[in-house]
């Protein structure tokens, strides 16, 4: 079956530091993934999206890169900050190609 | 309006009612979904529409569960004879087309909070 993993325990670092979540999957076959975050009792909000064909991806402080062979993406907060601090999610495109299937999430703790 | 809209956000009923959830997604957005959130998990897939048709309903648990989008606008999640484990946060999100490599992200709501008692 398909699985999409993520770190189960929640990350806590110091603000300034790297965060690095990890996202690993079984039995898919992307041709792209996509980050999200999401605040508790909040909705999940887009954050990036990187085509199988694309090694790495930035947006501001956030950098994912993409490893179809390893079937694994690592998402990177650089100089983290406490207004980092929340879940973030793994989605890839389900067997239907009509929706995204996502991970549990990585909850993530900046403290000051 | 601005975002997805989703009423109401909390909702406390008990065993056996019937509940309806309500989504008002993006103007112009044809891709409707609606996805299930338990506490600690990430969001699981029910019923995903383009435009008033449902494409894939796969991700419904049993016929209890049952979702409309009659004018490809607003849609109403319905669910009979409720249970204590449906108690869950419902999420809606929706997008100008739909998934896919070069069609962008899903937008969604903040969501409507059920407990079953």
């Known amino acids: 079956s398909q699985k999409i993993e993520q770190n189960s325990e929640a990350l806590n670092i110091q603000e300034g530091k790297t965060a690095t979540l990890t996202c690993n999957y079984t039995?898919?076959?992307?041709?792209?993934l996509q980050w999200y975050r999401q605040d508790p009792g909040r909705g999940p909000v887009f954050l990036l999206l990187?085509?199988?064909?694309?090694k790495e991806k930035r947006k501001e402080r956030l950098k994912v890169t993409f490893d179809t062979t390893l079937k694994q993406s690592l998402f990177h907060i650089t100089a983290s900050q406490p207004a980092d601090s929340a879940t973030y999610l793994c989605a890839l495109e389900g067997n239907s190609g009509y929706a995204l299937n996502f991970g549990k999430g990585t909850s993530l703790l900046v403290t000051p | 309006g601005a975002g997805v809209s989703q009423t109401p956000s909390n909702k406390v009923t008990e065993k056996g009612k019937y509940v309806e959830l309500r989504c008002d997604p993006i103007s112009g957005h044809t891709a409707l979904y609606w996805y299930r959130q338990s506490l600690g998990q990430g969001p699981e897939f029910l019923i995903y529409?383009?435009?008033?048709?449902?494409?894939?309903d796969s991700g419904l648990p049993n016929d209890r569960f049952f979702a409309v989008r009659p004018e490809g606008s607003v849609s109403t999640l319905k669910i009979q004879r409720t249970e204590r484990g449906d108690s869950a946060m419902y999420l809606c999100?929706?997008?100008?087309?739909?998934?896919?490599?070069?069609?962008?992200?899903?937008?969604f709501g903040e969501g409507s909070r059920l407990t079953v008692l």
């Open positions: 999100a929706s997008s100008p087309l739909g998934v896919g490599p070069n069609t962008g992200e899903l937008f």
């Open positions: 529409f383009q435009g008033t048709g449902a494409a894939d």
């Open positions: 990187i085509r199988e064909n694309e």
């Open positions: 039995n898919y076959s992307p041709a792209y």
